[in-house]
């Protein structure tokens, strides 16, 4: 799986990372994964085990020097990444926001990336 591959993929850099929202109670860095959307592509006996895969990865932090540090190593990590499970990983977009929906504010860096995997 995907997601599981991600996870392993980027443990070192983030280690307090989460599907779809953070506990209560986390630590920041803290970084967030959602699975956008999947389109599977065919192959030559049919529908194949590999897709494209568009993921959003959001890195908050409370200072917005470290989030953006943080999103810049996501990057160069993901982008150099093919073996048997992802073949290629394009960076797509990126926005910052402050997010003040939470007691502490925290800078929020949106990334969206797009992967050909295993699905």
Same mark, same amino acid.
């Given at each position: 799986? +995907?997601?599981? %591959? +991600?996870?392993?993929?980027?443990? *070192? $850099?983030?280690?307090?990372?989460?599907?779809?929202?953070a506990?209560?109670n986390y630590?920041?860095?803290?970084? &967030?994964?959602?699975?956008?959307?999947?389109?599977?592509e *065919?192959?030559l *006996?049919g529908?194949g085990?590999?897709?494209?895969?568009?993921?959003?990865i959001d890195?908050?932090e409370?200072?917005y +020097? %470290?989030?953006?540090?943080?999103a810049?190593? /996501?990057?160069?990590? $993901?982008? &150099?990444?093919?073996?048997?499970?992802?073949?290629?990983? %394009?960076?797509?977009?990126?926005?910052d /926001?402050?997010?003040e929906?939470t007691e502490?504010?925290l800078?929020?860096?949106?990334?969206?990336f $797009?992967?050909?995997?295993? /699905?």
């Open positions: 799986m +995907l997601e599981t %591959a +991600l996870v392993t993929r980027l443990a *070192d $850099l983030a280690p307090n990372m989460y599907p779809g929202r506990p209560t630590d920041t860095p803290v970084v &967030i994964y959602n699975r956008l959307s999947t389109q599977m *065919d192959d *006996d529908v085990d590999m897709g494209w895969v568009v993921m959003q890195v908050y409370p200072s +020097l %470290a989030a953006k540090e943080l810049q190593d /996501i990057r160069d990590h $993901l982008s &150099i990444w093919d073996d048997e499970q992802v073949h290629s990983v %394009a960076f797509v977009n990126e926005t /926001i402050i997010d929906t502490a504010t800078y929020r860096v949106m990334m969206t $797009l992967f050909f995997a295993a /699905i």
